[in-house]
């Protein structure tokens, strides 16, 4: 494994970890979740290695949530001049997670792979749906949707929500958009009031409603690609069961012919003691196909 570190094209400095395959084939392209980082990421190190003993390339790169609250070098594209900026999943803008998608997307380019599967876990799935949504599927040969959570909908039916985007947005309103909630996402994490506020149904990423399930799934449903799925038996992020929600996404994957899902027993959101397995379902689904 290698490290590299780019800049997006809004000047920000991200490190991404590169397990090489063959030259001018396929690469993974992970985006990973809230919180998340790469020496935190429980199964993402033996997704790469068993990968690339097959000859495919797997980048995990570093979006601008990564980690709770992080200090980015920023290049002025400009000016040329660095300075530092505070991130992190506390207080990232969710619109510009673009550019961290891009960023690793055209890196995989630049090292000569010809094809490229945009993979993701937890809520890197609404980033990377995102991207589709603004970019198309141009570049794209096939997706994987570890955990892919409905965010907005989920929250939705917290109880304690309708108090927390109130708070949110008198705080916006108040000229404070970036004061830290007095309430934790998920009762552990700070979380700055414009990044809650975004969470809100409506918002920017509610893009992916499979708590309401409407008939007009959007997006996601125009998809023409591969897809594999993996849910956790035990995730908080399964609206009704991991089973239920697999036959719910494959009635919603209206434009492609090839959709897999899979449900990992006895683990949680993070498949924990259960990685080996994911490893598995994942480097067999893209033997099989790429």
Known sequence: MELLHRYTKDGLNLLG???RGKENGTCIVFTHGMFDNIIENNFVEICGENLSKKGYGFIFGHNRGYGVINSIIVKDRETGRYSGKIIGSTYEKFGESIYDVDLWI?????????????ASHSFGWLKNLYYISKKGLENISGLIMISPPDTAGLIGRWEESKAMFLEAKTNIEEGHSKKIMEYKMLDIFPISSRTFYSYRKGGILDIFPLVESPENFGIFSKIDKPIFVALAEKDNIIVETPEKDLEKLKKYAKSTEDFQGEVILGTTHRYIRKEEELSEKICKWVEERF
């Open 17 to 19: 970890c590169h397990w």
């Open 106 to 118: 055209e890196t995989a380019k630049e090292l000569g792979y010809s094809k490229i599967i945009l």
